[in-house]
């Protein structure tokens, strides 16, 4: 298996293979939260107008998405997974659009399959690659809005990697590294409106969840399945 971890959206459009879009702060944490909560299948898209266009196609939507780390206004719920715990999706369709996460998917293009990366299902992930076995491994660290490296997606692409190399890992390293360093926004009060300090703790849950997150295409939309991964 050939690995390569790769930054960013000008990454995301290089990537090839089985393809792991990185967001661990925070859009691939919240949408296990919101699969846990019940919903039925998440569309990621890349941008604002393509939510609202779908939202009014498909109408029985719940819309969450954020710019700039803020929920977009008219939306439903912003990217906070501490704003998802208790609420109940059973059966509903999201619809979400975030700075960097969703951007990912909708760039990686060359990737012959697609799923989510976060710490929240580290173990599922890395079951999941050994069981596809693929000859081509992307690991596409997105960073802040796609355009600058974050600490977080880049702990996340080389923990996986030295997983699957049978390497040591140090996750409570990379999180007290993540504490005072590119973590340290979720942790500030200035933003607790739309980043509690909680979703610190809950991107930072690992293994909470045993199922991955997958790109399903359709005709006239994607769309994120829940696998589980046993």
């Not at 780390?69 to 939306?75: A, D, H, L, S, Y």
């Not at 710490?119 to 809005?145: D, H, T, W």
């Not at 692409?157 to 979720?186: H, P, S, W």
């Not at 610190?200 to 005709?219: A, M, Q, S, T, Y």
């Amino acid at each position: 298996m050939e690995i390569e971890i790769l930054q960013l959206t000008e990454g995301a459009k290089k990537a090839k293979g089985l393809t792991v879009v990185i967001d661990v702060f925070r859009a691939f944490s919240t949408a296990c939260y919101v699969f846990a909560a019940g919903a039925d299948k998440i569309i990621p898209v890349e941008h604002v107008a393509e939510a609202i266009e779908l939202k009014r196609i498909l109408k029985d939507v719940v819309m969450l998405g954020e710019r700039n780390e803020r929920k977009v206004p008219g939306f439903d719920f912003g990217n906070s997974p501490t704003h998802i715990l208790n609420q109940n999706f059973g059966g509903k369709t999201i619809i979400m659009t975030t700075s960097s996460g969703t951007r990912g998917i909708a760039n990686a293009t060359l990737a012959d399959e697609i799923i989510t990366g976060s710490f929240v299902n580290a173990e599922a992930i890395i079951n999941y690659i050994r069981q596809k076995n693929p000859a081509e491994l992307s690991l596409v660290c997105m960073g802040y809005e796609g355009r600058y490296p974050t600490q977080e997606d880049t702990f996340l692409a080389e923990y996986v990697r030295d997983k699957l190399q049978n390497k040591e890992t140090d996750f409570e390293k990379m999180k007290q590294i993540l504490r005072t360093g590119d973590g340290a926004r979720l942790l500030d009060p200035a933003n607790d409106e739309w980043s509690p300090a909680s979703d610190f703790e809950l991107c930072l849950d690992p293994d909470r969840f045993n199922f991955v997150l997958k790109i399903e295409k359709g005709e006239d939309y994607n769309w994120l399945q829940k696998i589980c991964v046993p």
